[in-house]
């Protein structure tokens, strides 16, 4: 990784050679996850807190088991319980984490550009757990690590992401990181779900279902929320189930016979993705979640380096 | 005579002058052909004497957001950036919806006694856009505009009401376009940077459309209409085709020079409503300025204080100022290169913006009015917010080398600005 890389807050930002070396890296972390006795003395006094400003299980529990994995002393802050609640702007708070000595910090934010609000005024380094509709590069360098192992090349393959386009930051990232490393992409949902401006994000538009399923190595389907029926982007879940859920029916129907299903999880069952499907030999949900880890591990090392390197010195 | 500007370059294209001369001032009036000494003396020589120049559209945010600017500070920035004459928008707590306040800011600016200060009253009681404020009694406290600024008149029924019933005076109805079911949670211009960011788009049909109903209410009530902030191709090209004598229009600097491509940096400067735009949008505005489709320049000086602006994208506020860049950032930006004539320059911020709101300035002439800027066009400086008079901080152009520093600035005869001084009259 760039030697000077402080932060990392998006896939946007990395090059190609970075995010390979972020995907080898975690390959050696995974190592330490399959031992025994799974700790590496790594991060052994550095300091990372994890400040979460809108509610995620599966990314903070990733993140705080990959900082004790590696021996790093790690606090959580929610929302709920900072002094956010009193009034306090998110740069004091951030700042006065930073007086403590905290040399990373993790954050999750409802806005676009949080991390990097922060990262700008900031000694610590900044690591997006997430940005409103904007980016989750972890989830999509997770993603990758995920496709490159089961296929031993990212390159060339053929990847639908399907669902709630215009309000994900997963596609977002995974979009710009299947860009960097040469797959190819094909978006698939509704036209209201879909932004009317691609540009930035090299794909194809589908909104047929069934014609997407056909000739992918992987399909990649995004969680919908109920909210999105309120807000008149769907009619009815019940309308999305019945054009857009992915059923066992419709996978051996249309799909390949070796396509591998990915989700980023927490999965609706029965809305995107049908029981049967998110349990068959099909699905890759699960791995998703075990590399999440060792990427984190991966991504929190090598931007710890510069310090621990210094240090040793 | 009071005071004799020597040698300046006498410069009002609404009157075609364009000459070196002296121009002595009395009773806060120009004076020609005089042989009477003066009292005072300023050596203009290498200076452009413009006329005044006139903001339709600013917050002075007092009363009741001091914190941001006050009627004092707002004044120091006017003069600063060469104007003497700023109508202020009625976004005030309480807002401009009663004489009282509307007095409160005539009678405070009069005391202060820097640059001439202008009540806008509201369309609307407490700017709701539902009943009518009592724009008799706004009007004789001295409002010469009505808007519900920051709120667009949405109630169509009530728009076409204000726009009849202000005809008992002739002042324009000021609307700020915006059909907010369709930007309702927008942060910046919907397009290609709002998809990239993930940021809840404002699309610019939002504002596009609203120029159409309020033109074509206007046409039908013959009601004097004036549209905020224009920033799209599609307001222009409904204001090309329907425009009529009782229609204008105003543009700011900033939707003149900068696109939707700023919000990648995520400063909160950057936004500001309308939103920034695209590339497309900025060339129809700066060629609509040229063709005078669009009448006026108009700052939108908004400020707000660094705490409210160092903040989340999302939960900073809308709003930028501009009243001590606008001149300089256009000259620099758009005369310079060649992209607008001197002469539509200074019309658009003087002489048009002036007579939008009735008011008798905008032209160097004898007998007129003595509301004059000189300013030194070949004059270097760099924007510097710890230069700014202003209260506030957050402007667009911070880091700009620009051309064009306002040495003097003379109010009703007296001067109030001397190279970077203020001077009360």
């Known amino acids: 990784m760039n030697p000077n890389r402080k932060d990392l807050l998006g896939i946007q930002d990395l090059s190609k050679e970075e995010i390979g070396e972020i995907l080898t890296t975690a390959e050696s972390m995974e190592e330490i996850l399959k031992r025994p006795i799974k700790k590496a003395p790594t991060l052994r006094g550095i300091t990372i807190a994890n400040l979460f400003f809108e509610p995620s299980t599966r990314t903070l529990n990733s993140f705080a088991l990959a900082e004790k994995r590696l021996s790093a002393d790690s606090i959580n802050l929610s929302a709920s319980s900072s002094s956010v609640l009193k009034g306090e702007t998110l740069l004091d708070t951030a700042k006065n984490i930073e007086a403590m000595e905290v040399d990373i910090i993790v954050i999750r934010h409802s806005t676009p550009g949080a991390p990097h609000f922060l990262a700008n005024r900031l000694d610590a380094s900044v690591v997006n757990a997430g940005d409103g509709c904007h980016e989750h590069p972890t989830q999509a360098l997770l993603d990758l690590m995920t496709i490159k192992k089961k296929f031993s090349k990212i390159k060339d393959l053929e990847v639908a992401i399907i669902g709630d386009i215009k309000h994900s930051r997963v596609a977002r990232s995974l979009i710009l990181g299947l860009n960097k490393m040469g797959a190819k992409v094909t978006v698939c949902g509704p036209p209201t779900l879909i932004p009317q401006w691609m540009d930035p994000f090299e794909s194809k538009v589908e909104y047929n279902f069934e014609e997407v399923l056909k000739g992918k190595n992987i399909l990649y389907l995004l969680r919908i929320q109920k909210e999105r029926q309120k807000e008149s982007f769907l009619p009815s879940i019940r309308e999305y189930i019945k054009s857009y859920c992915l059923t066992y029916e419709k996978l051996k129907k249309f799909a390949s016979p070796d396509v591998v299903i990915m989700h980023p999880g927490p999965i609706n069952r029965g809305v995107e993705i049908e029981s049967r499907v998110a349990d068959s030999e099909y699905s890759l949900i699960l791995n998703q979640v075990i590399t999440g880890v060792a990427i984190r591990m991966s991504i929190l090392y090598l931007l710890s380096k510069r310090k621990i390197d210094g240090f040793n010195d | 005579m009071d005071l004799t500007i020597k040698q300046p370059h006498l410069f009002d294209p609404a009157n075609g002058v364009d000459e070196i001369g002296d121009l002595h001032i009395k009773d806060g009036r120009v004076v020609t ?393």
């Not at chain 2, 945010?61 to 941001?68: L, T, V």
């Not at chain 2, 699309?203 to 159409?212: F, G, K, N, R, Y």
């Not at chain 2, 989340?312 to 606008?326: D, H, K, N, Q």
């Not at chain 2, 004059?379 to 917010?385: F, L």
């Open chain 2, 33 to 425: 052909n005089s042989s009477a000494s003066s009292e005072k003396e300023i050596d203009a020589r290498g200076l452009y004497l413009l006329p005044g120049l006139v903001d339709i559209h600013s917050h002075f945010r007092e009363p009741g957001m001091e914190d941001a600017e006050t009627l004092e500070t707002g004044s120091m920035a006017a003069l600063k950036g060469g104007y003497t004459a700023v109508a202020v928008m009625p976004n005030t707590n309480p807002p401009i919806d009663n004489e009282g306040v509307a007095k409160f800011i005539k009678e405070k600016s009069e005391e202060i006694g820097l640059c001439r200060v202008f009540p806008i009253g509201t369309i609307t009681k407490g700017r709701k856009g539902k009943e009518l404020s009592e724009m008799i009694h706004l009007y004789e406290a001295g409002c010469v505009g009505f808007s519900d600024d920051g709120n667009c008149v949405e109630d169509s029924s009530v728009m076409r009401n204000a726009l009849e019933y202000s005809q008992l005076f002739d002042v324009p109805i000021i609307d700020h376009p915006e059909d907010t079911t369709l930007s309702r949670n927008g942060q910046m211009n919907e397009g290609v940077v709002s998809t990239e960011l993930g940021f809840k788009g404002i699309p610019d049909v939002s504002e596009s459309s609203m120029v159409a109903r309020d033109i074509l209410l206007s046409r039908f009530t013959k009601g004097r209409l004036h549209l905020a902030h224009i920033s799209t191709e599609d307001s222009v090209h409904y204001l090309k085709d329907w425009k009529t004598d009782r229609i204008t229009a105003e543009v700011t600097p900033h939707h003149l020079l900068l696109t939707e491509d700023e919000v990648k940096t995520f400063d909160t400067n950057t936004k500001m409503k309308p939103p920034l735009r695209k590339k497309s949008d900025l060339e129809v505005l700066q060629k609509a300025l040229k063709e005078g489709i669009i009448d006026a320049v108009a700052t939108d000086h908004a400020p707000h204080p660094d705490y409210m602006k160092e903040q989340e994208y999302t939960i900073a506020p809308f709003g930028v100022i501009g009243l001590e860049t606008a001149f300089s950032v256009l000259y620099t930006n758009l005369v310079i290169s060649g992209k607008l004539s001197l002469a539509q320059l200074v019309k658009s911020m003087s002489f048009q913006p002036a007579r939008i709101l009735n008011l008798p300035f905008g032209e160097v002439r004898d007998g007129g009015i003595a509301d004059f800027t000189l300013i030194d066009l070949d004059g270097e400086w760099k924007v510097d917010p710890s230069n700014f008079a202003s209260k506030s901080k957050n402007s667009s152009f911070i880091g700009w080398e620009l051309k064009g520093i306002v040495t003097y600035t003379i109010v009703n005869g007296n001067l109030t600005f001397r190279e970077g001084e203020f001077l009360k009259s």
